[in-house]
């Protein structure tokens, strides 16, 4: 596998582009080239200088393999790499924009119960350029430009824990973020951890306020174990000062994933036992109806149920939402990626 030419921030680039002989200015076409989602062999550049970057770097390190619609608009994206495996992306489209899932793995390592990314394991982790080419060429195919863009917000909550891959996802947020580019802001960005505490802590330190969000999915650490293998490393307490820590470095409040399991941790007690833990806490809480995984024996709780659930964390004043499912017809909602479809690649190809 050859390096990947969007691993470059604007400045690696200028100075790569120097080394190999060629005026300041190519660097700026190049970066303006791979920002709106061009191929190298789509760049405006010479053939000679072409031919170089061809030599030392994939042409095109991510492109969409195929698209699946879903009833409510939603699309959902097979991504291939340029090793042939396969990554998902889901674009759900609101009033206020159009959000992109990313994933940041290929698989994942961490066990979730009610996650099928994480059945065939961790394959390997994605770099920073192949993260942010899933945005670019979305981007692109959508229709959208550097000035207008169709991607305004973006979920690091595909397949992958984010913080297991952490010097790729902070060198892809700061290449997201910077000004110049694909731009997007931090605060229209959201991470989503399982709870690796020790690199929720240095996060805070990146510079980089996204929205911090936590798949708490339990009230006690007994619970969670049941369910996330992480839990038998680090506490509930210990994730909670980690929040903290991170309100206290950016100013930006956190939130908390919640998914609703039936006969596990939906019930009223339940509630009650989370509006303990959270109250005073400057969070909020995403309650998620489980969007079931066939290999798991896990039922999800009916709508009613749900919402008994949100009144009595509304009643007892805890900021809460129930997270509206998306793509669930074409397996792209939340717990539903996953790498089901790389034999079809392997068969095609």
Known sequence: ??????????????????????????????????????????????????????????????????????ADGTKKFLFLLSDGNLIEGVLMKYKYGNTQCVSTQVGCRMGCKFCASTLGGLVRNLTAGEILSEILVVNRMEGGTLKDRAVTNVVLMGSG???????????????????????????????????????????????????????LHAVTDDERRRTMPVANKYKISEILDACSDYFKKTGRRYIFEYSLISGENADEAHAEALTKLLKGRPCHVNLIRLNEVKERNLSSVSEKEAYRFLGVLEKNGISATLRRSMGSDIGGACGQLRAKHLGDVKHED
Not at 171 to 185: P, Q
């Open 1 to 70: 596998m050859k390096e990947i030419l969007q691993d470059y921030s604007r400045e690696d680039l200028s100075a790569l582009i120097e080394s190999l002989g060629e005026k300041k200015f190519r660097a700026e076409q190049i970066f303006l080239g791979l920002m709106q989602g061009k191929k190298i062999s789509e760049l405006p550049v010479s053939p000679a200088l072409r031919e170089k970057l061809l030599e030392r770097f994939e042409d095109e390190p991510v492109r969409i393999y195929k698209t699946f619609t879903a």
């Open 161 to 215: 824990e984010p913080f297991d891959n952490y010097e790729n996802v902070v060198k892809f947020l700061k290449n997201l973020t910077a000004e110049g580019g694909i731009n997007i802001s931090a605060r229209n960005v959201s991470l989503s951890t399982c709870g690796l505490v020790p690199q929720m802590k240095s996060f805070g330190n990146e510079g980089i306020p996204l929205n911090l969000t936590v798949s």
